[in-house]
C-alpha cells in the first residue's frame, strides 16, 4: 500500500476485522435459527464440530 499512511492501513485491518466478526455472528445466527440445538439441553460435541466448521466455511465464502 505504497503512498498511505500508517493509519489508513490500520484502519482497513480494523474495518476489515469488523467485517469478519459480522459475518461469523450472523452465521451463527443463521445457524442457530435453522438447527436450534434446546433449550437447556447440552450439544454434543459433534454437534459443536458441526457448528464451527458450517460457520467458518459461511464466513469463507461471505468474503468474496
Not at 474495518?15 to 443463521?30: F, I, P, T, V
Not at 435453522?34 to 467458518?56: F, H, K, Q, Y
Amino acid at each position: 500500500m505504497a503512498g498511505r499512511g500508517a493509519t489508513t492501513f490500520q484502519k482497513r485491518q480494523k474495518e476489515q476485522q469488523r467485517k469478519e466478526k459480522r459475518a461469523e455472528k450472523l452465521a451463527r445466527r443463521a445457524e442457530r435459527k435453522n438447527n436450534p440445538i434446546g433449550g437447556n439441553e447440552i450439544a454434543r460435541p459433534d454437534e459443536v464440530r458441526e457448528l464451527i466448521t458450517d460457520s467458518d466455511e459461511h464466513a469463507d465464502r461471505s468474503q468474496f
